[in-house]
C-alpha cells in the first residue's frame, strides 16, 4: 500500500493537517490514528465538571467527514517507522509506504516514578478515555489528591470540585499555576482556589502512594499523609514518538526538533503539535510547546511549508477558565523566556475602561531594553479585554514605556 502523504495521528493537529494536504495537493492522503475519530482534548475539563459520557461534543471529523475531504482513515497504532524505507508498520502487521510522511502523534501524560503508582485509583487526564474514567470516580464526598497545579492541574481541580469532590493539590513550584504565569497572578489563581474550598501545598510532591489494590492514602515529601480515593497526576506531558526514529534529532524534552518549514532532520518526515517543537516568533529559537493551538495552526500552514514557505514563528497564547476565572497570557512567560535564555523582568499595569473600570495585567518585558515579551491577566472576562491589543504590541516590537502613551498606567 502506498500513499503520498501519511499522516499519523489524529488528534487537532493530524487530523486537520491530513485534511488541508488532501486538499491542496489533491494527491493520496492517509491519516493513521489509534482513535476511531478525530477529536480534539481542549475542551475536556468542560466534559469532566457536566459528566459528560459521549465523545461526541469533542470531534473534530468523523471518518466519514475524512472521505469527503479525500483523505483515507486507518483506525490502527503505528507501532514502527522504517525511515530508510519509507515505510509505517501498523498494529495489525500491516505495512504502509509513504512519500512524505507527517507525524502528529501529540504527548502522553507524564507519571512520577514512585511506589505505588500503579494502584487502581491512579489517573492522568489526557484523552477522552482518562475523563471517562475519572468522571466515574468523581462523586461528592469523595477525596482526591491531584499532583501539579499548571493548567491541566488546575482545570481538573475546580472539575473535581465542581462535581463534589474534596480536593488536595500539591505542586514542587511554590505557587499554583507558575508554568503559565508569574507570581502575582499566580496569587490569585491561589485565592481563587481557596474560595472554592480547594486546598494547595506548594514545594511538596508525592514520595509514596499506599493501599490494598487501589489507593487509600499519599504520602508527601514533607511527611504528611493524606487518607483519598484518587489520585490524579498533572505533572507535565511527554511528546509520544513512535519506534524507529530514534536517529532523528530531538530537543532536550525528547520532542522532534523541526525547522520553520516544519521538518524534521529527515526531509521527508514532517512533524507538528505536541510531538515537535517549533520557532518562538520573538527570539527565533526552537520551543517545546505542547498547545492545541498551535499544533491547529502548524496543521493549516503544513502544505504551504511543504511548497517552501517558510512561517516566522509562533506566539504563545493560552486561555483557560478554571475556579470561575479566565486565565490567560500571550507571548513569552517568565518560565520560556528563562529557557530560551532571555533576561526578563515583569510589571503590573492598569487600565481604565470606560464604563467598566480598571483592569489590572500583567506585562513581561526583556530587561534593559523594555521590549514587551508577554501579556497575562487573570480575572473576569474584563481582564482579558486587551489581549488583541497587547498581542499586537508584542509583535510590533513596543517597549514598556510606550505603554503609558497608550494609556496604561504601570504600577511596579
Ligand atoms: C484537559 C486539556 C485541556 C487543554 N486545554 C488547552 C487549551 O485551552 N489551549 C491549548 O492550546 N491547548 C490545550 N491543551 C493541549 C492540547 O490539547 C494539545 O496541545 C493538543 O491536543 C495537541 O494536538 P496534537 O494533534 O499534537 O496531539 P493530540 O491531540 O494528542 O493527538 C495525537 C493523536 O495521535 C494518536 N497517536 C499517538 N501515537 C500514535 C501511533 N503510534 N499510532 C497512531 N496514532 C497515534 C493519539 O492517540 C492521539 O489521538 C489541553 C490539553 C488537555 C489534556
Not at 475519530?37 to 475539563?45: A, D, F, K, P, Q
Not at 468523581?138 to 499532583?147: D, F, I, Q, S, T
Not at 526578563?344 to 470606560?354: G, M, T
Not at 480575572?379 to 499586537?392: D, L, N, P
Request: contains cysteine; neutral net charge; proline residues 3%.
Amino acid at each position: 500500500m502506498y500513499y503520498d502523504f501519511v499522516v499519523v495521528g489524529g488528534g487537532v493537529g493530524g487530523g486537520e493537517a491530513s485534511v488541508r494536504l488532501a486538499r491542496f495537493f489533491n494527491k493520496p492522503t492517509l491519516l493513521i490514528s489509534d482513535y476511531p475519530l478525530v477529536y480534539s482534548r481542549m475542551t475536556l475539563s468542560y466534559g469532566l465538571k457536566q459528566g459528560v459520557k459521549t465523545v461526541d461534543p469533542y470531534v473534530v471529523y468523523t471518518p466519514e467527514d475524512l472521505r469527503g475531504e479525500g483523505v483515507t482513515f486507518i483506525h490502527d497504532r503505528v507501532v514502527a517507522v522504517e525511515p530508510d524505507r519509507n515505510t509505517v508498520i501498523l498494529g495489525s502487521g500491516r505495512r504502509v509506504e509513504y512519500g512524505v510522511l507527517v507525524l502528529a502523534t501529540g504527548s502522553k501524560a507524564r507519571f512520577l516514578d514512585i511506589d505505588g503508582v500503579s494502584l487502581k485509583g491512579v489517573f492522568t487526564f489526557q484523552t477522552f478515555t482518562d475523563m471517562l474514567g475519572l468522571s466515574s470516580v468523581a462523586e461528592p464526598g469523595r477525596r482526591a489528591l491531584v499532583a501539579g497545579t499548571g493548567m491541566i492541574g488546575l482545570l481538573v481541580s475546580d472539575a473535581l470540585s465542581a462535581r463534589g469532590v474534596k480536593v488536595y493539590t500539591v505542586d514542587i513550584l511554590p505557587l499554583p499555576g507558575l508554568t503559565a504565569v508569574e507570581e502575582p497572578l499566580a496569587r490569585t489563581i491561589l485565592n481563587k482556589m481557596k474560595l472554592k474550598g480547594v486546598e494547595f501545598m506548594g514545594g511538596v510532591t508525592v514520595e509514596k502512594l499506599k493501599g490494598d489494590r487501589r489507593v487509600e492514602e499519599a504520602i508527601l515529601t514533607n511527611g504528611e499523609r493524606l487518607q483519598v480515593d484518587f489520585v490524579v497526576f498533572s505533572v507535565g506531558v511527554v511528546p509520544n514518538i513512535p519506534q524507529g526514529l530514534e536517529g532523528l534529532v530531538k530537543s532536550r524534552e525528547g520532542a522532534l526538533l523541526t525547522d520553520n518549514l516544519f521538518r524534521t532532520s529527515r526531509r521527508d518526515i514532517y512533524a507538528i503539535g505536541d510531538c515537535a517543537t517549533t520557532m518562538d516568533l520573538q527570539t527565533g529559537e526552537s520551543i517545546y510547546r505542547p498547545l492545541g493551538i498551535i499544533a491547529s495552526y502548524a496543521a493549516k500552514l503544513l502544505p504551504k511549508a511543504m511548497e517552501g514557505v517558510g512561517y516566522q514563528g509562533f506566539l504563545a497564547y493560552q486561555v483557560e477558565e478554571a475556579f470561575s476565572v479566565l486565565f490567560m497570557r500571550v507571548g513569552l512567560n517568565g518560565l520560556e523566556a528563562r529557557r530560551l535564555g532571555v533576561n526578563y523582568s515583569y510589571a503590573l499595569v492598569e487600565l481604565k475602561v470606560p464604563g467598566v473600570g480598571v483592569t489590572r495585567n500583567l506585562v513581561v518585558y526583556e530587561k534593559g531594553s523594555g521590549r514587551l515579551l508577554g501579556w497575562q491577566s487573570v480575572g473576569g472576562y474584563i481582564a482579558s479585554y486587551k489581549s488583541k491589543v497587547f498581542e499586537h504590541m508584542i509583535k510590533s516590537g513596543m517597549r514598556l514605556e510606550d505603554l503609558e502613551e497608550k494609556g496604561f498606567k504601570v504600577l511596579e
